[in-house]
């Protein structure tokens, strides 16, 4: 049985960065926001599909997440969270590397960018074993948004619904 350690990476404050054993998460850049949506040109995307999810820009990953939907009675505002089991980012830390830090949580489409800078990474015996990462909607729009980016990513997953 091994030991557990949990690193959580957020924005603000400058770049950061937490050792455990020998992988590294990092944030680089600062943020006054945690999420924020970008409507231009959306990025080429590693596997050439049109709707991704990374961590790093230009590195799509390829686990699937768990995604757990809340949100307020009145339809104000709702939080998804995205549990990624042994995700493959760190899979190749050349790209890591060359490309740059973990910065995020990216959910590309064709109408844009979507991200949060909520990511938490936990590590078992030193090896990254879950990423979680939370993308907060404060309005209506924003949860309309995130709801269309969810449906083309299933479309492409094969992904399904299930009302809890």
Do not use: H
Request: proline share 3%; hydrophobic share 40%.
């Amino acid at each position: 049985v091994g030991s557990a350690a949990a690193v959580r990476v957020v924005g603000g404050g400058g770049p950061a960065a937490r050792r455990t054993n020998t992988a590294v998460v990092a944030l680089a850049g600062e943020s006054e926001a945690a999420n924020t949506a970008n409507t231009e040109a959306t990025p080429a995307t590693q596997s050439g599909k049109s709707c991704v999810m990374q961590f790093v820009n230009g590195v799509d990953e390829t686990v699937v997440p768990e995604v757990k939907l809340t949100r307020s009675r009145d339809g104000s505002n709702g939080v998804a969270t995205f549990i990624f089991q042994n995700p493959t980012i760190f899979d190749n830390d050349a790209d890591v590397i060359q490309k740059g830090e973990i910065t995020g949580l990216y959910l590309i489409d064709e109408e844009g960018t979507l991200q949060t800078t909520d990511v938490t990474a936990s590590f078992l015996d030193g090896k990254p074993a879950r990423i979680e990462a939370q993308y907060v909607m404060k309005s209506a729009f924003a949860w309309d948004r995130f709801m269309r980016f969810m449906e083309r990513y299933a479309n492409e997953n094969g992904l399904g619904f299930n009302k809890a």
